[in-house]
């Protein structure tokens, strides 16, 4: 028999049931606040807006956009460019133009459809090579004056591409241009920030490529532009770089896909705000509890997350309402997590307003 505990009352209280269950049990020692009383759940998280300021969901499926508007989005940013969709390697001037113009074309129904708001974000992936930038970068002072665009991005030196190498410091340089235009307009830039994947427990067959999961083929990734000890901060660095040189402030950059190998650097190194992308955490291994970790260091005022959900991608429409339940019970308080979902991608993009 284990021994009896001395702070509980014996016998327990009458119960109905037939023998005691849990509930006889229980004093205001089981479930403490801090003043040591039984806590009242925060049921205001069930209705808590919130909003994605990084996603491609004109790219899912009806439903998974549904899923959004079911869960709660009041808002959200679809970022038109990516090189995942362009069907031709390397990519040219017209290929991104098109993925600008299907999104812009489509953004006024998927908002009537599913009742969110739905702005876009507009830029040149670094992803993979394009030719003739100079001709995406004269257009896109147009595209940026659009009521729907309330973005520059994503964007961002990235160290390898798909298919065909690019020079860093090209890369830069078109990084720096658009930043350029980004201060021109008024907007923020949404900076793609290349991840430090977590280790893998078992690798895949080399034929499989980086994992089922992501539908690129993987194997087909050019070899480094940046090399050194960590090229992925290293390319984040040069992003602040060309910030400063195109005259834009800290403040009005979002680092998407922070992570642990970023996130030190960009909070005590800059004033710009983090994005912590948490629809595909079994890819880059970020989740809930690093956002968690993130605001007990630094505070919740410079801090969002975001799904990056995308066709490409086996992510999540519901990660930032499960992260809303998820950041409750790791502790975080509930105007806090409010400021993280809700009112800091709010301020910084001018949406759900």
Same mark, same amino acid.
């Given at each position: 028999?284990?021994?009896?505990?001395?702070?509980?009352?014996?016998p327990?209280?009458?119960?109905?049931?037939?023998?005691?269950?849990?509930?006889?049990y229980?004093?205001?020692?089981?479930?403490?606040?801090?003043?040591?009383?039984?806590?009242e759940?925060?049921?205001?998280?069930?209705?808590?807006?919130?909003?994605?300021?990084?996603?491609?969901?004109?790219?899912?499926?009806?439903?998974?956009?549904?899923?959004?508007?079911?869960?709660?989005?009041r808002?959200?940013?679809?970022?038109?460019? #990516?090189?995942?969709?362009?069907?031709?390697?390397?990519?040219?001037?017209?290929?991104?133009?098109?993925?600008?113009?299907?999104?812009?074309?489509?953004?006024?129904?998927?908002?009537?459809?599913?009742?969110?708001?739905?702005?876009?974000?507009?830029?040149?992936?670094?992803?993979?090579?394009?030719?003739?930038?100079?001709?995406?970068l004269?257009?896109?002072?147009?595209?940026?004056?659009?009521?729907?665009?309330?973005?520059?991005?994503?964007?961002?030196?990235?160290?390898?591409?798909?298919?065909?190498?690019?020079?860093?410091?090209?890369?830069?340089?078109?990084?720096?241009a658009?930043?350029?235009?980004?201060?021109?307009?008024?907007?923020?830039?949404?900076?793609?920030?290349?991840?430090?994947s977590?280790?893998?427990?078992?690798?895949?067959r080399?034929?499989?490529?980086?994992?089922?999961?992501?539908?690129?083929?993987?194997?087909?990734?050019?070899?480094?532009?940046?090399?050194?000890?960590?090229?992925?901060?290293?390319?984040?660095?040069?992003?602040?770089?060309?910030?400063?040189?195109?005259?834009?402030?800290?403040?009005?950059?979002?680092?998407?896909?922070?992570?642990?190998?970023?996130?030190?650097?960009?909070?005590?190194?800059?004033?710009?705000?983090?994005?912590?992308?948490?629809?595909?955490?079994?890819l880059i #291994?970020?989740?809930?509890?690093?956002?968690?970790?993130?605001?007990?260091?630094?505070?919740?005022?410079?801090?969002?997350?975001?799904?990056?959900?995308?066709?490409?991608?086996?992510?999540?429409?519901?990660?930032?309402k499960?992260?809303?339940?998820?950041?409750?019970?790791?502790?975080?308080?509930?105007?806090?997590?409010?400021?993280?979902?809700?009112?800091?991608?709010?301020?910084?993009?001018?949406?759900?307003?």
């Amino acid at each position: 028999m284990p021994a009896s505990d001395p702070s509980r009352s014996d016998p327990p209280a009458p119960h109905p049931t037939k023998r005691p269950t849990d509930a006889a049990y229980l004093d205001d020692r089981s479930a403490p606040d801090a003043d040591g009383a039984t806590s009242e759940l925060p049921s205001e998280l069930l209705n808590l807006p919130w909003i994605d300021p990084h996603n491609h969901a004109h790219t899912l499926s009806w439903s998974d956009r549904e899923r959004y508007a079911l869960s709660g989005c009041r808002s959200m940013m679809m970022v038109s460019s #990516g090189y995942h969709w362009t069907p031709y390697k390397p990519v040219e001037a017209s290929d991104v133009r098109f993925l600008w113009d299907d999104a812009i074309n489509r953004r006024r129904a998927i908002e009537r459809n599913h009742f969110f708001e739905a702005k876009l974000g507009l830029g040149v992936h670094t992803g993979v090579r394009i030719e003739d930038p100079d001709e995406l970068l004269a257009a896109m002072d147009d595209y940026c004056a659009l009521e729907e665009v309330v973005a520059v991005g994503e964007t961002g030196v990235t160290p390898s591409q798909h298919v065909e190498r690019w020079d860093a410091d090209e890369q830069q340089a078109v990084v720096q241009a658009q930043m350029e235009l980004a201060a021109d307009h008024d907007l923020p830039v949404l900076l793609h920030t290349p991840n430090t994947s977590s280790e893998s427990k078992r690798e895949y067959r080399d034929d499989l490529g980086v994992t089922p999961g992501y539908e690129k083929n993987a194997g087909l990734g050019a070899e480094p532009v940046l090399d050194g000890e960590n090229p992925a901060l290293e390319a984040v660095k040069r992003d602040f770089e060309a910030a400063a040189d195109a005259g834009l402030d800290e403040d009005r950059i979002v680092a998407s896909h922070a992570d642990a190998n970023n996130t030190e650097y960009l909070m005590e190194e800059t004033d710009c705000h983090l994005s912590y992308t948490i629809g595909h955490s079994w890819l880059i #291994g970020v989740d809930a509890a690093d956002v968690a970790n993130a605001i007990d260091e630094y505070g919740p005022e410079r801090i969002t997350i975001d799904t990056d959900c995308a066709n490409v991608l086996r992510t999540d429409p519901y990660a930032v309402k499960r992260a809303i339940f998820e950041l409750y019970r790791y502790g975080i308080d509930v105007d806090d997590i409010r400021t993280v979902v809700y009112e800091n991608p709010r301020d910084v993009f001018g949406l759900g307003e």
